[in-house]
């Protein structure tokens, strides 16, 4: 099959070995799939992994359960063995087993086919597209900030970075009715953000430090922690979504005069990330910028490095060329 390899380097391969689906696992040809910014970062190191890339995924279940054959689906990244103590205390997600599609010693989805575990599948309505589906597992991941940190109108949030993982998150907080701002280096993912009618600004610009009461840090960069450490009120709280590559430099002092509570927080509902879909209540599709062929899939890699993209997505067996 077609693949996107990462070893030292990343390579397309035409004759990658297909996958054999373990018992209890369900194979899918992959319709789309979404390039984020953790990929990016395991080309450059982050994580340790080698074989196919991707985890933000749509596509049709081929071969596994009877149940599911023929279905469209996306699907949860953490496979998980159900055994231990984390799985049996309802925190499957940090499995002390996991491996993680694309990620964590389990093959990706920029791929023909991938197998993944049935427990993870989710079925896509058909009111939803696949080029919405693509980012059902980065908006659950956005849903899941206010799990862990739940926004009152009251509230006044900041958002830092406003890259595709922030974009979602500031989308998901605007329905909350709190008081939010993003802040980011970019004019035309900020101008997203004023056109959904939520406040945006550039980090570069003057602003009031130590006033919000919540900061999602979603930048990316090393750089953004300390950003969101100038904007938390003491004794606020600050919510960690991004994951890079190599060491990272961190004055934490801050946090400790201030007490400010840090959250990390990473995969989310799926459930409500597709309701949310289905209403309408979060648009994705503004975000797309290229669709790449398989073959072309080193050059979509650079174009999602480059931020003048947003969302680049791979196109592996679309369904309208069947």
């Given amino acids: 099959m077609r693949a996107l390899v990462h070893e030292r380097v990343v390579r397309f391969d035409?004759?990658?070995?297909d996958p054999v689906p373990a018992e209890g696992e369900c194979l899918l040809e992959v319709h789309l799939a979404g390039i984020c910014a953790t990929d990016l970062e395991i080309t450059r190191g982050y994580m340790g992994f080698r074989g196919v890339l991707g985890h933000e995924m749509v596509g049709t279940v081929i071969a596994g359960s009877s149940a599911w054959r023929g279905k469209r689906v996306v699907c949860e990244i953490n496979c998980v063995c159900q055994k231990c103590d984390m799985c049996l205390s309802g925190l499957a997600a940090h499995c002390?087993?996991?491996?993680?599609?694309?990620?964590a010693g389990h093959d990706g989805c920029f791929a023909d086919q991938v197998a993944v575990p049935e427990r993870n599948l989710h079925l896509v309505p058909d009111?939803?597209?696949?080029?919405?589906?693509?980012?059902?597992e980065p908006l659950a991941a956005a849903f899941q900030v206010n799990k862990q940190c739940p926004i009152e109108p009251r509230m006044n949030v900041a958002v830092v970075g406003s890259g595709r993982l922030g974009l979602l998150v500031a989308q998901v907080l605007a329905g909350t009715g709190c008081t939010l701002e993003v802040f980011g280096r970019n004019k035309k993912t900020l101008l997203l953000c004023e056109k959904k009618g939520i406040m945006s600004r550039s980090t570069d610009g003057a602003f009031a430090r130590h006033t919000r009461d919540v900061v999602v840090e979603c930048s990316g960069a090393p750089g953004g922690l300390d950003l969101a450490l100038e904007l938390v009120r003491p004794r606020g709280?600050?919510?960690?979504?991004s994951t890079y590559a190599g060491g990272a430099s961190l004055n934490l002092a801050p946090a400790v005069v201030g007490e400010v509570k840090i959250v990390g927080s990473r995969c989310g509902p799926f459930p409500e990330a597709i309701q949310a879909l289905v209403r309408k209540q979060i648009d994705v599709l503004p975000m797309l910028s290229k669709t790449f062929p398989i073959e072309r899939g080193l050059e979509a890699l650079d174009a999602a490095a480059d931020p003048e993209h947003v969302k680049i997505l791979l196109k592996i067996n679309p369904r309208s060329s069947r």
């Avoid at 035409?14 to 070995?17: A, E, M, V, Y």
């Avoid at 002390?96 to 990620?103: A, E, L, M, N, S």
């Fill in 127 to 136: 009111s939803v597209s696949d080029e919405e589906a693509v980012f059902v």
């Fill in 14 to 17: 035409r004759d990658f070995p």
């Fill in 237 to 241: 709280t600050v919510v960690l979504k």
């Fill in 96 to 103: 002390r087993k996991r491996t993680v599609i694309g990620i």
